[in-house]
Every structure is written in structure tokens, then in C-alpha cells.
């Protein structure tokens, strides 16, 4: 059965490893090979830079080489090519980022001259060689807080095209932020561990923003980006760590199908690609592009099994977590969803129109069965 088909295992958060485990080494490949590619085209130009480049990756451990290889940046650059950016934007950003993962890592690196982030925008590496390690949290694989990958983008994680950068989240608002967030992380954990493993496979960096644009709590993520999570105002004093867990776990799953998609297209049409508004939401009544559209189903369908879960726990609180539930339950009690997708049916791959169906009757049923 192909993995398009079988994707909805993996977000009923029992047993659906497999998936898992199928979607990331596939992705992880994929991205290896693109960067193949890189360095061969650079050894045709500048066979010196091209060695270079592959001395250092070479000098790296394997987790250094996996932080480095699948962080949103590097991602990016390797497999979104922009006509309008020349490659040794790509190769610095390589060598600099190598350079930082080695300090970090206590190798022997040549001497830093100027400031230097990892890819994943956790640790800065000073003049000298001071490492300057951002915050951590057990359960999140990397949390960027203050990098200018962080600070240059919103809460989509799309670059900002204003000159100046935002303030990172400071003081007291920053102690709010991650104390939630921890709480949240564990209130996962306890939860599920199999969500918890999910979340902290396929979310390579969580960045936490200050938004002075939008005054509420949001979360959002980019398919160009992939795992990339970005929490907007967290610090705020309504917003509690159930509503932080939920966008943790949201923008997780958006991560694990993005990692799908490079490798399988959901549409077949690039019409679709367009992000204008087609079909209304059935959970908040706002018109999304189709693609988004269908992210939404999956990732509902899993924060529905996530809550439901939780439910029984009572770990985020019983009367909040059936709170939630029913805001992810509401839309599959509505029009069937392949209803909505019908006036694009034709251009939409054939295996998501099955699987949504499977979806909502899956949903149904474990309602019918709760009430």
C-alpha cells in the first residue's frame, strides 16, 4: 500500500511507526541526493570549494551531519533553487554552518573570526570560539529563539521583506514562553509518547516569535521550510500550555506531510499550487487554498485523536481537552469532505480523495462509539 494511503495510521498515535519511519528515511535520502547534486555542480566551476566542502562534511559526526543536513535553511537552499540567488550563497552557508556545528561539537575547526549560527539557529558560535547555547527543552529537537533565521521570518516562517528584523522574545516574556512550552512538551509526553516521538522527529526547529502585527497566539509552519514550527506570542497570559501543546503537535504533523509531499505529489495540476482561497474550512469557516485544504483534514484528524486521548487522561484537564476535541470533531460532522474537494477532484491525487473518506467515517464512528 502506498504511503499517501497509509499516512492517517500514523496520527492515530498508536502503533503506525512503520509510516513513520518510511516517510523520514525517505526524505532524508531525498535531501542527501539533492545535496549530491549541489556538489557536483560546484566541482564542475570550483573543484577547490568543492573539496573543501566535502572535507568538512566529511569531519562531521553523524548527528552533526543530520542537524545540519535537515535544518529548514539548508533544506531551503538545496532543494528550492531561486534563479535570482547565485551558488555561493549556498556553498558559504554550508561552509559557515559546518564550521558551527564543529565548535559546538568541540572538534578542532579553524579560528572563528565572526559570529556564526548552526543551521538550526540554536547555538552561536562567538569570535574566539565561545559557544552560546540557546535554550533547550527535553522532547523538542531545537529551539531558535534569537538566530536571524528566527528573527527574519513570520509566524508562517515565510522572510520577512521588511530591512529590519524583529526583537526576540526577552525578560519575562521569554521566561513565560518557555515555561509554558515545557509544560506543554510534557503534558504530550504523558499524553502519548508516540505523539511525543512524533513531534520531536518531525519538528527539526521550533521557533518561538514575539508578534507585535498580531496580538493573539498563533502557530503556522511552510512547505519550503520543512520542519520548521513557529509559535507566535505564546508569552501571553491567556494563552495556557494546552493551546501551546496543540499548536506543537498542529504544526508537527503539517512538518511530517510536507516531508510526504516533496516525495509525492497531493495535486496534479499546478494550478493548485496557488494560494488563493477555494474551499471553506468546515472547522473555521475561512476559504483556504486546496492544498492547505487538505493539509487541514489530516491535521484535524490527528489533533481529534490527540484530544480524545487526552480526554481520558486528563492530563491537560478533562473539561479543556474535550474542548479541544470538539473544535477538531465539529468539521467532520459537516458535509462530507470529499464533497468539498469535488469541483477540483480531477487534478487532486486519486488516494487522498479515499483516505479523506476513510478519515471522517473513521471519526464518526469513534464518536458514535464515546456518546
Known sequence: MSPLKRLHQALGWCGASEVCDEIHRDYSDLVGRHLGKFITDVRSTRPDVEAEIVAKLTGLSEESLTRLLLAPETTRLLMWPDPARDASTVTEFLLRSVHAEMVREGRVAQPVVEPL??????????????????????????????????LGIDVQGIRFT?????????????????????????????VSSETSAFVARFTKVLVLLRDDRERVFSSGSCAQYVGRSVLGNPQFSAVDHALVAEGVVHESIHGFLYMHEVQESWVLDDSLYSMRPMIPSPWTGRRLPVRPFLQACFVWYGLFNFWSAAAETGVFGIARALERRQAALCGFLKAPLTQLVEPYAAQVNGDLLDVLEDLQEQVAAKHETVF
Not at 549560527?117 to 562567538?126: E, F, M, N, P, V
Not at 526583537?167 to 503534558?187: D, M, T, Y
Open 162 to 190: 521588511l530591512t529590519e528584523s524583529r526583537a526576540p522574545l526577552a525578560g519575562r516574556e521569554r521566561e513565560e514562553a518557555l515555561a509554558k512550552l515545557s509544560a506543554a512538551i510534557e503534558g504530550i509526553a504523558s
Open 117 to 150: 549560527w548552526t543551521a538550526l539557529g540554536d547555538t552561536l558560535i562567538l569570535p574566539g570560539g565561545e559557544v552560546v547555547g540557546g535554550p533547550s527543552i527535553k522532547g523538542v529537537a531545537a529551539l531558535d529563539l534569537d538566530s536571524p533565521y528566527a
